[in-house]
T-cell receptor, first 113, second 116 residues
């Protein structure tokens, strides 16, 4: 069965800290891995990763995929209170009978002033 | 057939019509979800059912009415929709919506809805 596991499930840090969020997976027919930030209701797309070892960056956020070890990390440097959210990792797979988008449970990040 | 299935895959309806979307999961899960994905917006969670009980309603307008007769089936009844309701409606399932352990949601292929 395809599986996406995120860790930690929740994390509390102080402003200025650097955090690393983890996403490990077991899927057949891997297509891409996506990171979302969810505040209140609507997830916001952050990154899509398809190739191993290529870091994607956007401001203080960066992410990288390791297709050999089957995981991805999302780094946030110099955290701010506005980074508080649930960070979701999702896998897109080719075909498959279980649908083509598989989400993890998410990591709830709380950044304290 | 295994996994999460949704019917119909495409639907065109007028603003005065009443239609229903159906979702079925064959994974033995206890939680089912409705999501809306608009063309220029990210995924929005609409409803959550856990063990047939609705546990979340994210301020969805009453023209969308969910129904979960059992853990395997989830419906979304639509009536008097607006053109801005046109979107991809995704159904998902997972073992238990309240599980504290890393929980994977499995998504269906979605129903592409167009409201004229």
């Amino acid at each position: 069965e395809d599986k996406v596991v995120q860790s930690p499930l929740s994390l509390v840090v102080h402003e200025g800290d650097t955090v690393t969020l983890n996403c490990s997976y077991e899927v057949t027919n891997f297509r891409s891995l996506l990171w979302y930030k969810q505040e209140k209701k609507a997830p916001t797309f952050l990154f899509m990763l398809t190739s191993s070892g290529i870091e994607k960056k956007s401001g203080r956020l960066s992410s990288i995929l390791d297709k050999k070890e089957l995981f991805s990390i999302l780094n946030i440097t110099a955290t701010q209170t506005g980074d508080s959210a649930i960070y979701l990792c999702a896998l897109k797979v080719y075909g498959g009978s279980q649908g083509n988008l598989i989400f993890g449970k998410g990591t709830k990040l709380s950044v304290k002033p | 057939e295994t996994g999460v299935t949704q019917t119909p895959r495409h639907l065109v309806m007028g603003m005065t019509n009443k239609k229903s979307l159906k979702c079925e999961q064959h994974l033995g899960h206890n939680a089912m979800y409705w999501y809306k994905q608009s063309a220029k917006k990210p995924l929005e969670l609409m409803f959550v059912y856990n063990f047939k009980e609705q546990t979340e309603n994210n301020s969805v307008p009453s023209r969308f009415s969910p129904e979960c007769p059992n853990s395997s089936h989830l419906f979304l009844h639509l009536h008097t929709l607006q053109p801005e309701d046109s979107a991809l409606y995704l159904c998902a399932s997972s073992h238990d919506a309240t599980s504290g352990v890393g929980e994977t949601q499995y998504f269906g292929p979605g129903t592409r809805l167009l409201v004229l």
